[in-house]
């Protein structure tokens, strides 16, 4: 799993990943808390972006977490070893063959996970099997279909493809969030309630035009510029444009995004 | 204005128009609230849909709705005269040269018109003069290119790419919601607050199916399927495809459509 995970793994590419989760804590989370002593696991923890904010705000419960990339387990490691109070296990694992026992965990928690995955339908089956009879899933993904701007130009709109055909060709699918109801249907959860997490931006909200459009969107397209020229699916020059484009709808125009939000139930 | 009205004026454009307002009620005028005895003028009420909202969410305003088509307010007066105590008082006028003194209104609403219009910002600047300072400027619209399902299927796409390409044809813009922000701003008010209101579709929500899904936006679509074909934007086959797979999202996919709500104020 995440072999060919399509932003890398570098320090900058962890410092969007971080400079994402605290701009989007409050739009993401503030629903997820989970009881002092219940057992959580949180499957792909990646450098533990999201682990610190579990951690954060389910003050005592028993979280483990698990990745397959041992790099990324180390930095998720370092970084909550600076939160006192953590009660965060670590474990190299591959979501799709978890080394739990059936019904281990209260609740399973799973965010920008399987966008990456060619079977997300293996991580959800996983999931169900270590949770208790009864117990929660709750997934969070984003959408990069749907996102659009004002003023949206025809490069910015083929930036943006690049990233989703890249996606696409790491197996991995960047529009998942708009599928999430189905998935978890399918793989037999109950309760499936899904909400949309709806990032809209204008002038009146610089913090999110340098939080989300600067510093989480655009930097995350700008990061797979190499990879896109390479593949041959834009040409340098309108890749700039692009860039250019959507960097100008900051401090005038409009910029939408729309992460997923789902929470569900084992049968009891 | 309006002449070239994309949805046309037939008796069952004006039963989606009020299904569209009744499903959309609370999601788009649950904070739309005059004071007793304040004036509000509603600039393009058409057939009322959105006048009867307004008069039965604001007892006591004295409500003035004008349209530029006769048969429209005709419809409209008719509907409004069925609900008790409604103090509304309609009037035939071009928005573009409302034939009120300047400061004259309280507050303006604006629903679902801006779309239609090649010059939007006219009937703003009328609706700046109109207003008494300090008054409230509410702007309410749609945006086409914020849909998208699943599954998402080529000919989908065409289909509602037909509508947003009439509209255009017809001098309007049906992406007009993310440029509320930038349009309200250029015409010199304050304090410009956006809010995306946004509908998410999944087979947990039937009334939303129902409601929204197929007799509001596929409803919209399929009534310019001979607009779309006689202008050469569309096969025939191609048409019947892309509004049966808009359909098949119905009871298996999820649906999604952002509509933008602006209230904003003049300046004092």
Redesign the interface.
């Known amino acids: 799993m995440n072999r060919s995970y399509v932003h890398g793994y570098d320090p900058l590419e962890s410092g969007r990943l971080e400079d994402q989760a605290r701009t989007l804590e409050d739009l993401l989370h503030h629903d997820t808390r989970y009881p002092p002593a219940s057992r959580v696991l949180e499957a792909g923890c990646g450098t533990g972006a999201q682990t610190a904010i579990l951690a954060r705000r389910s003050p005592g419960a028993r979280i483990t977490a698990v990745d397959i990339a041992a790099d990324s387990l180390a930095a998720a490691k370092q970084r909550l070893v600076a939160m006192d109070g953590a009660d965060v296990c670590f474990q190299q694992a591959d979501c799709e063959r978890l080394p739990f026992a059936d019904h281990h965990f209260d609740h399973v928690f799973i965010c920008f996970v399987l966008e990456h995955l060619a079977q997300p339908e293996n991580v959800l089956r996983e999931s169900k099997r270590v949770l208790k009879p009864g117990g929660s899933l709750t997934v969070i993904e984003g959408?990069h279909?749907?996102f659009?701007?004002?003023p949206?130009t025809r490069p910015a709109r083929q930036v943006v493809r690049c990233l989703i055909d890249l996606q696409a060709a790491c197996g991995g699918d960047a529009?998942i969030g708009?599928?999430l109801?189905?998935l978890l249907?399918r793989a037999r959860f109950d309760d499936?309630?899904?909400?949309?997490r709806?990032v809209?931006v204008?002038?009146?909200r610089p913090a999110w035009e340098e939080g989300f459009s600067r510093n989480t969107f655009i930097a995350m397209v700008s990061g797979v510029q190499k990879a896109a020229i390479d593949a041959g699916l834009i040409d340098p020059a309108t890749w700039r444009q692009g860039i250019v484009d959507l960097e100008a709808t900051i401090g005038?125009?409009?910029f939408?995004y729309?992460f997923f939000k789902a929470i569900a139930r084992d049968p009891l």
């Open positions: 959408d279909g749907s659009y701007c004002y949206q529009l708009r599928r109801y189905p249907r499936v309630r899904v909400t949309p709806v809209y204008d002038p009146s005038q125009g409009t939408h729309s």
